[in-house]
């Protein structure tokens, strides 16, 4: 192995060590004020963008800003090129780039002379966002996404464009990232279900291909969620054991996230000087962040816990 992953995985590793981990965040859920919260992460590596009296969705898009620069630097560490085996894991932050735009220019009360939130500084995470904040309309968005490796999301609505790159992700996951190939099918399943079952969505020709890919024809035109849950491989069908229902989502959401950091820190563990150590310690910050997120809003609604975040920590 390498100089360069032996350095990228010792990073990885010290990293994950300065994770608050489920005792931290439940420190921090405890807190009788969203302030007195994010004082607590003045201990924590989250320190670096959170700051006192702020709202809860900037004290939780500084959490996940801490997430991205702690990708880019493990990035940084790693040997040339390896940098393209963490672009499939970091796409949430592009995609969340592009929602930010779209809910800016086209939600419910925007206002088109507000600007949009600062996108996510990506550098060499990036996938294809240069050419993407480019494009002024959904129709150039369309395009745009179309030319690059996100590929067509099959319309030019925001829930089509987003929903697209989000099939897209797991697709691209599943593809490059052999580590995370269980949690890209994992999220894919997530993913149709909610849109299928909740939100009574048709998926759109190009994001049905990749479900299809992901998780089977058969599952993907299920008429029913029982039917949906049942004809899921078993590669995908774990993050939906036991829930019975769509409004149980939730539950699953849960568990995927629980999963992700087990599993993340097993392949840190056990996975040596290498790419699938290097995609644990991934999975480990991930699911820190998004626990201390729900940590977060716990605090803000006077310490009182969420049945997500239980189900989390």
């Given at each position: 192995m390498s100089a360069g992953w032996v350095a990228g995985v010792v990073r990885a590793r010290d990293l994950t060590r300065r994770c608050p981990g489920p005792g931290g965040a439940r420190q921090i859920a405890a807190a009788a004020s969203l302030d007195d919260a994010v004082r607590r992460l003045a201990g924590t590596p989250y320190r670096r963008y959170a700051r006192p009296a702020v709202g809860l969705p900037d004290a939780q898009r500084a959490v996940m800003a801490t997430l991205l620069w702690h990708l880019?630097?493990?990035?940084?560490?790693?040997?040339?090129?390896?940098?393209?085996?963490?672009?499939?894991?970091?796409?949430?932050?592009?995609?969340?780039?592009?929602?930010?735009?779209?809910?800016?220019?086209?939600?419910?009360?925007?206002?088109?002379?507000?600007?949009?939130r600062p996108p996510y500084r990506l550098g060499a995470l990036e996938t294809a966002w240069r050419a993407l904040e480019r494009a002024p309309t959904p129709t150039q968005l369309r395009a745009a996404l179309r030319a690059s490796p996100w590929g067509d999301p099959g319309a030019e609505t925001p829930w089509a464009l987003v929903t697209g790159m989000r099939m897209a992700a797991a697709r691209r996951t599943s593809a490059q990232v052999g580590p995370a190939r269980r949690w890209a099918r994992?999220?894919?399943?997530?993913?149709?279900?909610?849109?299928?079952?909740?939100?009574?969505?048709?998926?759109?020709?190009?994001?049905?291909?990749?479900?299809?890919?992901?998780?089977?024809?058969?599952?993907?035109?299920?008429?029913?969620?029982?039917?949906?849950?049942?004809?899921?491989?078993?590669?995908?069908?774990?993050?939906?054991?036991?829930?019975?229902?769509?409004?149980?989502?939730?539950?699953?959401?849960?568990?995927?996230?629980?999963?992700?950091?087990?599993?993340?820190?097993?392949?840190?563990?056990?996975?040596?000087?290498?790419?699938?150590?290097?995609?644990?310690?991934?999975?480990v910050l991930s699911a820190d962040a998004w626990r201390v997120r729900a940590a977060l809003e716990c605090a803000a609604r006077g310490g009182r816990p969420l049945g997500v975040f239980d189900a989390l920590a």
């Open positions: 880019r630097v493990l990035a940084g560490w790693l040997p040339p090129g390896g940098a393209r085996l963490l672009r499939p894991l970091a796409a949430g932050f592009e995609i969340a780039n592009v929602a930010s735009r779209l809910t800016a220019r086209d939600g419910p009360g925007a206002d088109e002379e507000a600007p949009a994992g999220r894919a399943a997530l993913l149709a279900a909610r849109e299928r079952f909740v939100h009574e969505h048709r998926l759109p020709g190009p994001v049905r291909r990749d479900a299809a890919e992901l998780l089977g024809p058969r599952a993907v035109d299920a008429a029913s969620f029982r039917d949906f849950r049942e004809r899921l491989p078993p590669a995908a069908r774990w993050v939906l054991t036991d829930v019975e229902e769509p409004g149980e989502l939730w539950r699953a959401e849960a568990r995927w996230w629980r999963v992700l950091h087990q599993e993340g820190a097993v392949l840190l563990r056990d996975g040596g000087y290498g790419p699938r150590a290097v995609v644990g310690a991934v999975g």
